[in-house]
């Protein structure tokens, strides 16, 4: 029998990962060592106090029935922490839990959107944020994140049609892949943007707990009028090592969470109970574990571009996120080119900036996975491969 396939699952590609994945297995093959900055996946523990929740709540049968919907103590825990972490009330009908901001994302066009619709999403940006409108036909229109506008969408260049034909715009920062903090000046320029255009505004916030420099990440949802435009996305898996249970929330905007929440009862019921009741421990429990992890990320930053610099790559150091967004060194311009011989001569991993868009070309993103000591060697290796003589010129 000849399978027929969907015309949307015929044009999803494995893509670069693949690639990758096999290069890497050859080279373990090999005897190689592996540096893996690939995975934005942290190699850090959930705390104890999570793990027990979880381990606590999993004993009990009861908790093997379908949830539905939250417990109210986990809407209680997420309006606390809101309130503590960002000054900002909620009430419960405004917060609903998520399989993860990737499953939020991926499905939140389907209420918002008809084919047709238009959303704005940033280039470079997470992939997620174009192929859950694109999965439900919806047009993407990909605004800039330029070097020289400090990544930050120049609200007034949007074309005046595109802007009156959108739906909605994806905005995330601290932002992955790009490692930049957005000033609070523009989160008032885009509610009002917003609001001028009735474009409705989803915030990713997955990194607002790894931000350096001294500095807090903050919410979209501290500025006036944000919860009249739009909704933010918290999730659990950074901040918390939670990334394997799947929890995150969309918070916000009443009615956008009313129609997400009733269309999402047709295809989920409901966050399985003990990881709910790890969550609570997470939004419920200290603070500091979140905190001291953040500094770590900092010094692994700090170790792996100040080595980079070291040895003659001219890497910035990130403002925030648990990665690092390198400019190809000189003599490359093909991401994907240079990531498998980077790979080949040095065992390092990273992933090609051309995954994240047209203008992610030009640059790799490594996630900060591993601690001070491996990226040390990391580098080391780097400079051993002479992969950095700049007299290199690729085609
Ligand atoms: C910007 C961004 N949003 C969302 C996610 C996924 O979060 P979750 O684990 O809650 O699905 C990631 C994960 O890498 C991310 O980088």
Same mark, same amino acid.
């Given at each position: 029998?000849?399978?027929?396939?969907?015309?949307?699952?015929?044009?999803?590609?494995?893509?670069?990962?693949?690639?990758?994945?096999?290069?890497?297995?050859?080279?373990?093959?090999e /005897?190689?060592?592996?540096?893996?900055?690939?995975?934005?996946?942290?190699?850090?523990?959930p705390?104890?106090?999570i793990?027990?929740?979880?381990?606590?709540?999993?004993?009990?049968?009861?908790?093997?029935?379908?949830?539905?919907?939250?417990?109210?103590?986990?809407?209680?825990?997420?309006?606390?922490f809101?309130?503590?972490?960002?000054?900002?009330?909620?009430?419960?009908?405004?917060?609903?839990?998520?399989?993860g901001?990737?499953?939020?994302?991926?499905?939140i066009a389907?209420?918002?959107?008809?084919? !047709?619709?238009?959303?704005?999403v940033?280039?470079?940006?997470?992939q997620?944020f174009s192929?859950?409108?694109?999965?439900?036909?919806?047009?993407?229109?990909?605004?800039?994140?330029?070097?020289?506008?400090?990544f930050?969408?120049?609200?007034?260049?949007?074309?005046?049609?595109?802007?009156r034909r959108a739906?909605?715009?994806?905005?995330s920062?601290?932002?992955?892949?790009i490692c930049?903090?957005?000033?609070?000046?523009?989160?008032?320029?885009?509610i009002?943007?917003?609001?001028?255009?009735?474009?409705?505004?989803?915030?990713d916030?997955?990194?607002?707990?790894?931000?350096y420099?001294?500095?807090?990440?903050?919410?979209?949802?501290?500025?006036?009028?944000a919860?009249?435009?739009?909704?933010e996305f918290?999730?659990l898996s950074?901040?918390?090592?939670?990334?394997?249970?799947r929890?995150?929330?969309?918070?916000?905007?009443?009615?956008?969470?009313?129609?997400?929440?009733?269309l999402?009862?047709?295809?989920?019921?409901g966050?399985?109970?003990?990881v709910?009741?790890?969550?609570i421990?997470?939004?419920? !429990?200290?603070?500091d574990?979140?905190e001291?992890?953040?500094?770590?990320?900092?010094?692994?930053?700090?170790?792996?571009?100040?080595?980079?610099?070291?040895?003659?790559?001219?890497?910035?150091?990130?403002?925030?996120?648990?990665f690092?967004w390198?400019?190809?060194?000189?003599?490359?311009?093909?991401s994907?080119?240079?990531?498998?011989?980077?790979?080949?001569?040095s065992?390092?991993?990273?992933?090609?900036?051309s995954?994240f /868009?047209?203008l992610?070309?030009g640059?790799?993103?490594m996630?900060?996975?591993?601690p001070?000591?491996?990226?040390?060697?990391?580098?080391?290796?780097?400079?051993?491969?002479?992969?950095?003589q700049?007299e290199?010129v690729?085609?």
């Amino acid at each position: 029998m000849k399978l027929q396939f969907s015309d949307k699952a015929n044009q999803i590609k494995e893509g670069i990962f693949t690639v990758l994945d096999a290069k890497k297995n050859e080279l373990l093959r090999e /005897g190689r060592t592996i540096y893996n900055l690939s995975v934005g996946t942290p190699d850090f523990r959930p705390m104890q106090h999570i793990m027990d929740a979880v381990a606590e709540a999993a004993k009990d049968p009861k908790n093997y029935k379908y949830a539905l919907v939250e417990l109210p103590e986990l809407l209680t825990a997420m309006q606390g922490f809101y309130q503590r972490r960002f000054g900002v009330e909620l009430e419960k009908d405004e917060i609903m839990a998520l399989y993860g901001s990737q499953e939020g994302m991926s499905h939140i066009a389907w209420a918002l959107c008809n084919p !047709g619709d238009l959303v704005l999403v940033p280039n470079p940006g997470y992939q997620i944020f174009s192929i859950g409108p694109e999965l439900c036909d919806a047009g993407v229109w990909a605004y800039p994140l330029l070097p020289e506008n400090q990544f930050l969408p120049k609200l007034d260049e949007i074309p005046e049609d595109v802007a009156r034909r959108a739906k909605f715009m994806v905005v995330s920062y601290p932002a992955n892949p790009i490692c930049k903090v957005a000033p609070e000046s523009f989160y008032r320029e885009l509610i009002a943007f917003a609001k001028k255009y009735e474009i409705m505004i989803l915030h990713d916030n997955a990194y607002s707990d790894i931000v350096y420099g001294g500095r807090k990440g903050g919410s979209f949802l501290q500025y006036e009028g944000a919860k009249e435009v739009g909704i933010e996305f918290y999730s659990l898996s950074k901040s918390f090592n939670y990334t394997g249970a799947r929890a995150s929330f969309a918070l916000g905007n009443r009615e956008i969470i009313q129609k997400f929440r009733a269309l999402r009862t047709q295809f989920d019921y409901g966050t399985f109970l003990p990881v709910q009741y790890g969550a609570i421990a997470a939004l419920e !429990g200290p603070f500091d574990g979140v905190e001291e992890q953040c500094r770590q990320y900092e010094e692994r930053n700090r170790t792996l571009c100040g080595g980079l610099r070291r040895i003659g790559w001219n890497v910035p150091d990130s403002e925030g996120t648990m990665f690092v967004w390198a400019p190809l060194p000189e003599g490359y311009t093909n991401s994907e080119e240079f990531c498998v011989e980077l790979m080949e001569k040095s065992g390092v991993i990273c992933v090609p900036g051309s995954c994240f /868009g047209s203008l992610g070309e030009g640059f790799v993103r490594m996630a900060l996975v591993l601690p001070p000591e491996e990226l040390e060697k990391a580098v080391e290796s780097i400079a051993r491969s002479g992969i950095l003589q700049t007299e290199k010129v690729q085609n």
